[in-house]
């Protein structure tokens, strides 16, 4: 049995009432996502506007990470789920009780100074589901929910300390070798085998990719990322990042004929060698530009965002 799991950057949802939720919650039920992980939704009354549109048996929650200086937005986060489908892990207290473990922003990791790495602009969203109806949880799905940052670096002082295609390499190598590579091998309470997948925006480019008219911020290297672990080579991570189509939109409506897409921003990424004993993960971007808004660019951009679901 499989589980679907979206992502979606939801440009700057500040005004729930300004965006096209019912068309959302349209998207989100006609691609019978058993999860969505979203960026950029700024608030928990657009959570509640999108639950609103998708009915009872939908649940969510948001959060938002630190605020960035030297930039005008604070960068939200939330997860909705379907809960016929998955809920929240949880697990019995030595006093009988049962907690939940609520999503939550992840702020406790390494960096190599070593290698330029800084602490991330944007810290990600981490929350760990498990199935509901296979006979109850016997696994879980952790998912890493990232939003790396466009913008360059810069110091209080406001000049360029990092160049920004280094920056996006660097935290995304954060995301990849130190919270994944943890989360992944990380056992809790109950003990059940997980499944952990990173998603979101990274505003980088797959080099698989089809780049029209842009010089490219590539992975390169970092589509795949081995971790080894020296006291159990069984548990060496092959951490590979997929979704190599075009999902985020020019800034002009294109002429006649002309592609709509821009870059290769949105991806996953997660262990080849630990989800070899399921069946292999598929990605695929969610055209909503053709199947909502007939290519209109600029009614898209309006009512949805600048970027397509995947």
């Given at each position: 049995m499989?589980?679907k799991i979206g ?23 006609t691609q019978?996502?058993?999860i969505?992980?979203l960026?950029?939704i700024?608030?928990?009354a657009s ?11 939908w649940k ?5 990470t ?9 960068y939200?986060?939330?997860f909705?789920w379907?809960?016929r489908?998955v ?6 207290l ?6 939940t473990?609520?999503p939550?922003i ?17 810290e990600p969203?981490?929350a760990?589901f ?6 109850g949880?016997s696994?879980e799905?952790?998912?890493?929910n990232?939003h790396?940052?466009f ?12 160049g ?8 995304l ?7 994944y590579?943890k ?7 109950d003990?059940?085998?997980a ?6 925006d990274?505003?980088l480019?797959?080099s ?19 971790v ?17 189509e ?7 409506t ?9 870059s ?7 262990d080849q ?6 069946p292999?993960?598929t ?16 009614e ?5 965002s600048d970027?397509q679901?995947?």
């Open positions: 499989g589980y992502s979606f950057n939801c440009l700057n949802m500040k005004n729930a009432s300004r965006k096209d939720l019912s068309k959302m919650a349209e998207m989100i039920q019978e996502f058993d969505i992980a960026q950029e700024q608030g928990t959570v509640k506007a999108i639950l609103d549109n998708l009915g009872s048996h969510g929650k948001s959060d938002q630190s605020y960035v200086k030297n930039t005008s937005h604070e939200d986060y939330a909705l379907n809960t489908r809920d929240l892990v949880k697990t019995k030595d006093n009988g009780q049962k907690r473990y609520s939550r992840y702020k406790q990791y390494k960096i190599d100074k070593t290698e330029q790495h800084r602490k991330l602009n944007h969203y981490f760990r498990t199935p509901r109806d296979c006979g949880p696994f799905i952790r998912i890493i990232t790396i940052r913008s360059k670096y810069k110091s209080e002082a406001g000049e360029d300390t990092q920004a295609i280094t920056t996006r390499r660097n935290e190598t954060i995301l990849t070798k130190y919270i590579a989360e992944a091998d990380n056992r809790y309470g003990n059940m085998p499944y952990t997948i990173l998603l979101g990274y505003n480019n797959l698989a990719s089809k780049i029209y008219g842009t010089k490219g911020a590539f992975l390169e290297k970092l589509e795949e990322v081995i080894e672990d020296n006291t159990d080579s069984n548990k060496t991570k092959k951490i590979i990042t997929v979704q190599s075009l999902t985020t939109l020019k800034k002009d294109p002429a006649d004929g002309e592609c709509a897409f821009a290769n921003y949105d991806h996953f990424s997660y060698n630990r989800f070899q004993t399921i292999t993960p990605t695929q971007r969610i055209n909503t530009l053709a199947d909502y808004y007939n290519g209109n660019v600029a898209h951009k309006k009512g949805l970027h679901c995947h």
